[in-house]
């Protein structure tokens, strides 16, 4: 079981360009949710996929795209990369439903924007 | 409102000594979760323990365990028996009941480091 996989794991943009973040899951996960960490601060949500053909916004969403492919996979797109998005992005995974119901946690990817 | 207040920032603990990290929070539901995670100097996000808000009972998970104060509105981690390789960020994370996406609210983390 890999667990929740993210692709790249670093990326250095130009402002301007686009690109899209992978993530992956293999625990059969309904949930899934894209995280931006700037340095010093905790997570901060910006979109997420309650179940596959869903997606909403989180708290963060402006700047971003993001498209259920299917169950196992949740990608998240910079259509004009700007500096304010260098940041460390995080995708996580979980089954709905239960409060106490733990989110697990891709590696990371760390994106600068110059 | 921050909806979950980490206070501080960075904390240091001598190897063998116990250590409390708080943890505040902000929710008009009656019906929450609250999550710890670790953040280690690599960079992923590691649970380490969860108490529902209806949970008569202190979480423990081996070395960790959570002092809940419902009344409070606070959770604050007890690590005991510090080790070295507690040294770490930890974020204090919080799920609400009336959450459509069953999403989790952070903290701004508390950076513990453990001297020899």
């Known amino acids: 079981n890999a667990g929740v996989t993210q692709t790249p794991k670093f990326q250095v943009l130009k402002t301007g360009q686009s690109m899209t973040l992978q993530c992956a899951q293999d625990?059969?996960?309904?949930?899934m949710y894209w995280y931006r960490q700037d340095p010093g601060m905790g997570l901060r949500l910006i979109y997420y996929?309650?179940?596959?053909?869903?997606?909403d916004k989180g708290e963060v969403p402006n700047g971003y795209n993001v498209s259920r492919l299917n169950k196992r996979e949740f990608s998240l797109r910079l259509e004009s990369a700007a500096p304010s998005q260098t940041s460390v992005y995080f995708c996580?995974?979980?089954?709905?439903?239960?409060?106490?119901?733990?989110?697990?946690f891709g590696p990371g990817t760390r994106l600068t924007v110059l | 409102a921050q909806k979950i207040t980490q206070t501080q920032p960075g904390m240091f603990v001598q190897e063998k000594e116990a250590v409390t990290l708080d943890c505040t929070y902000d929710?008009?539901?009656?019906?929450?979760?609250l999550f710890w995670y670790k953040q280690p100097s690599s960079g992923e996000m590691i649970f380490l323990i969860y108490?529902?808000?209806?949970?008569?009972q202190n979480a423990t998970e081996g070395r960790y365990s959570l002092n809940f104060q419902k009344a409070r509105k606070s959770a604050n981690l007890v690590i005991s028996a510090s080790q070295l390789g507690d040294s770490a960020m930890y974020f204090c994370?919080?799920?609400?009941?009336?959450?459509?996406?069953?999403?989790?609210?952070f903290g701004g983390g508390t950076r513990l480091m453990v001297k020899p």
């Open positions: 996580a995974s979980s089954e709905p439903g239960g409060l106490g119901n733990e989110q697990f």
């Open positions: 625990m059969n996960h309904n949930s």
């Open positions: 996929s309650a179940s596959e053909g869903t997606t």
């Open positions: 929710t008009s539901d009656q019906s929450y979760g």
């Open positions: 108490q529902g808000s209806y949970d008569e």
């Open positions: 994370a919080m799920r609400e009941f009336n959450n459509a996406g069953n999403m989790l609210t």
